[in-house]
């Protein structure tokens, strides 16, 4: 049932950005940084380094899997997969040196805040570069359903 709503979804969102793909460019963009400010906010309220490295290691997991399913997607152009597949790895290189893995050295707990701070300035100018607004809102789509 989730895969039929999803397509039902899926096809409608990319029947209405034809003619609205102008205006949509700012407002993809706004709910995307509003997505990461979320997470940013999150791991500041924390209370301890585990449930902050929680929200951050949830936040990448589910940006991972959304790129993944858009990716999936025959819709989706190849250079957009092309980009999809950068910004992937860079998300996947975030979590990799916030838990010291493949060759990182892990964040300590007392820069998480800035960790997050600096994940969140470094994904809002990554996302503009590598990917296109309608493959953006797809993935914030993905995002909301999650």
Same mark, same amino acid.
């Given at each position: 049932?989730?895969?039929?709503? &999803?397509?039902?979804?899926?096809?409608?969102?990319?029947?209405?950005? =034809?003619?609205?793909?102008?205006? =949509?460019? !700012?407002?993809?963009?706004?709910?995307?940084?509003?997505?990461?400010?979320?997470? %940013?906010?999150?791991?500041?309220?924390?209370?301890?380094?585990?449930?902050?490295?929680?929200?951050?290691?949830?936040?990448?997991?589910?940006?991972? !899997?959304?790129?993944?399913?858009?990716?999936?997607? =025959?819709?989706?152009?190849?250079?957009?997969?092309?980009?999809?597949?950068? &910004?992937?790895?860079?998300?996947?290189?975030?979590?990799?040196?916030?838990? !010291?893995?493949?060759?990182?050295?892990?964040?300590?707990?007392?820069?998480?805040?800035? &960790?997050?701070?600096? %994940?969140?300035?470094?994904?809002?100018?990554?996302?503009? %570069?590598?990917? !296109? %607004?309608?493959?953006?809102?797809?993935?914030?789509?993905?995002?909301?359903?999650?």
């Amino acid at each position: 049932m989730k895969k039929f709503i &999803f397509s039902v979804l899926t096809l409608a969102f990319i029947g209405f950005m =034809s003619p609205l793909s102008a205006q =949509s460019a !700012g407002d993809a963009e706004t709910m995307f940084k509003k997505h990461i400010n979320k997470m %940013v906010e999150s791991v500041e309220k924390a209370e301890n380094p585990e449930s902050k490295r929680e929200i951050l290691n949830d936040s990448f997991n589910d940006l991972i !899997g959304a790129i993944e399913k858009v990716e999936k997607m =025959s819709a989706v152009p190849e250079t957009e997969k092309q980009g999809l597949n950068s &910004f992937k790895a860079d998300i996947q290189n975030k979590q990799d040196e916030l838990n !010291g893995e493949n060759g990182f050295a892990a964040v300590p707990n007392n820069n998480l805040n800035n &960790f997050a701070n600096f %994940v969140q300035q470094d994904l809002e100018q990554a996302d503009t %570069v590598t990917i !296109g %607004v309608t493959t953006l809102l797809l993935i914030i789509i993905i995002l909301l359903l999650l």
